[in-house]
């Protein structure tokens, strides 16, 4: 099973925002991909993260977004992009149709960055 990593952050988010996030979620899984609210892909400290991971990056639009259920509502969120929870949302978007959230969201020691992971499960039939 293929595991992607949902990232939500605030724009002045540092590098050890996101390392810190991660290691509070990443909990054995290995991960495959990492998805995020478009245009949030192009933040320098996400950049960096991005590159110590070497994964592929996913990007997705706030309305695709906004039409997934998530566990966890961030008001912030919700106000800024009308999406329950970035993080959340975005692993499931990378995770696909059969994708399911594996725990809670986590938040980084310093409130900057969130992390969800979302494991891509075998739809019946699939080999």
Same mark, same amino acid.
């Given at each position: 099973?293929?595991?992607?990593?949902?990232?939500?952050?605030?724009?002045?988010?540092?590098?050890?925002?996101?390392?810190?996030?991660?290691?509070?979620?990443?909990?054995?899984? /290995?991960?495959?991909?990492?998805?995020?609210?478009?245009?949030?892909?192009?933040?320098?400290?996400?950049?960096?993260?991005?590159?110590?991971?070497?994964?592929?990056?996913?990007?997705?639009?706030?309305?695709?977004?906004?039409?997934?259920?998530?566990?966890?509502?961030?008001?912030?969120?919700?106000?800024?992009?009308?999406?329950?929870?970035?993080?959340?949302?975005?692993?499931?978007?990378?995770?696909?149709?059969?994708? /399911?959230?594996?725990?809670?969201? /986590?938040?980084?020691?310093?409130?900057?960055?969130?992390?969800?992971?979302?494991? /891509?499960?075998?739809?019946?039939?699939?080999?």
């Amino acid at each position: 099973m293929k595991a992607f990593l949902g990232i939500g952050f605030r724009s002045d988010a540092t590098l050890a925002s996101f390392e810190d996030v991660y290691e509070k979620v990443k909990s054995g899984f /290995q991960i495959c991909g990492v998805a995020t609210l478009s245009g949030k892909e192009k933040t320098q400290a996400f950049i960096q993260f991005i590159n110590e991971l070497d994964v592929p990056v996913s990007v997705h639009s706030r309305e695709s977004l906004a039409r997934l259920k998530t566990p966890s509502i961030t008001v912030k969120s919700v106000e800024v992009y009308d999406v329950s929870s970035v993080a959340e949302a975005s692993a499931l978007a990378a995770a696909g149709p059969s994708g /399911q959230l594996c725990g809670k969201r /986590q938040v980084s020691e310093d409130g900057m960055a969130t992390a969800a992971i979302a494991m /891509q499960r075998k739809i019946a039939g699939e080999v």
